[in-house]
Structures are given as C-alpha cells and as structure tokens.
Nanobody, 115 residues
Framework: QVQVVESGGGLVQPGGSLRLSCTAS????????MGWYRQAPGEQRELVAT???????DYADSVTGRFTISRDNAKKTVYLQMNTLKPEDTAVYYC?????????WGQGTQVTVSS
C-alpha cells in the first residue's frame, strides 16, 4: 500500500521559516520525481518545486531564492525548506510522487503566514 505523508506545516510570522517533510512508503522512492504543490483558498493548485531522481530541481518563480527542495533516498523523504515566508505563501501544501504515468498525492499540510 502506497502512503505519502506530509508534516511540518503550521503558523509562522512573515519573514520566518518552516521545513516541510514528506515520507513515501510502498514505492521505490529513488526513481520517483518528487514535488511540492500548494493550493490557497479559492485558487487552483500550483506547482512549487520538483526534484528528479538525479536531484535536478525546478522552482516556481514566486519561490525561487526563498525555497529549497531536497531529498534523502535512504529515508524515502523529500523536504521543502521555506525561508523569508510571505503572507501569500499561505496555502495547503501537497507532496506529489510521479513516475511515468503513475502518481500519488499526500493529504496536505497547512502553512499559514500571518502576524
């Protein structure tokens, strides 16, 4: 059974930092492209960052220079380090695992940036 589980969300002040974690079980993690997406209230889900099996990374323009995605294949975990957070980063953040046409989603973790 495949499970994709996020953790690390919460409430943070503008300018603060959070690190999200996502652990995937039931898949051969090292071969999957892992990604983080987010969805704000009333908005479409959008791509935040991806990391390939070879650890090549890509970021949305809105988070470039502030967020860093990384992976630890031994722990089957992908991370999203979020720095200099802004109120507009407030959203539910979802972890995504993909290989060819197979994909899995986590349940999401809430990130709220507010003073």
């Amino acid at each position: 059974q495949v499970q994709v589980v996020e953790s690390g969300g919460g409430l943070v002040q503008p300018g603060g930092s959070l690190r999200l974690s996502c652990t995937a079980s039931g898949i051969d993690f090292r071969f999957y492209v892992m990604g983080w997406y987010r969805q704000a209230p009333g908005e479409q889900r959008e791509l935040v960052a991806t990391i390939t099996a070879r650890s090549s990374t890509d970021y949305a323009d809105s988070v470039t220079g502030r967020f860093t995605i990384s992976r630890d294949n031994a722990k089957k975990t992908v991370y999203l380090q979020m720095n200099t957070l802004k109120p507009e980063d407030t959203a539910v953040y979802y972890c995504h695992a993909r290989i060819v046409r197979t994909e899995y989603w986590g349940q999401g973790t809430q990130v709220t940036v507010s003073s």
